[in-house]
């Protein structure tokens, strides 16, 4: 089954892809959407979709972080879930324009999210000039 398919749910295309379980056997399937082109920079948004039936069946896109308006547009990408096997929390570092990294927290499964953290003087080499988390 596609689970991101190019030009569907209001996105020229998806990368980026990454897919994680939770504690509760949740499939969480995340992406780069890239909302107006297929182009590496642009108006690209951090989106996900989650299936309860181990794959067989996938719901609705969720926008999990988005900064860009028809005006201003801001790559957010490069997503890199994880889950803490301890606790259930699912981690998400990000990029932002691929000059900053970000984190998100859920607590609840990916219901909900926290405020983004900025991260990036605290982890990375402040003389690299591109990041690039996930794969």
Not at 48 to 65: C, I, P
Not at 87 to 97: L, Q, S, W
């Amino acid at each position: 089954m596609t689970v991101f398919e190019k030009g569907k749910d209001g996105y020229a295309c998806f990368r980026i892809p990454a897919i994680v379980q939770t504690r509760s056997g949740t499939l969480l399937a995340f992406a780069e959407g890239r909302k107006l082109s297929c182009a590496d920079h642009g108006w690209n948004d951090l989106v996900m979709k989650r299936s309860t039936d181990n794959g067989t069946s996938w719901s609705a896109l969720e926008v999990v972080h988005s900064e860009s308006t028809p005006t201003h547009h801001v790559t957010i990408g490069n997503p890199a879930p994880v889950v803490d096997p301890g606790t259930g929390t699912i981690h998400m570092p990000y990029c932002r324009n691929n000059k900053q990294v970000f984190v998100l927290h859920s607590t609840d499964d990916a219901k909900t999210w926290s405020s983004p953290l900025n991260i990036t003087s605290q982890v990375l080499d402040p003389t690299w000039s591109w990041y690039a988390t996930g794969t």
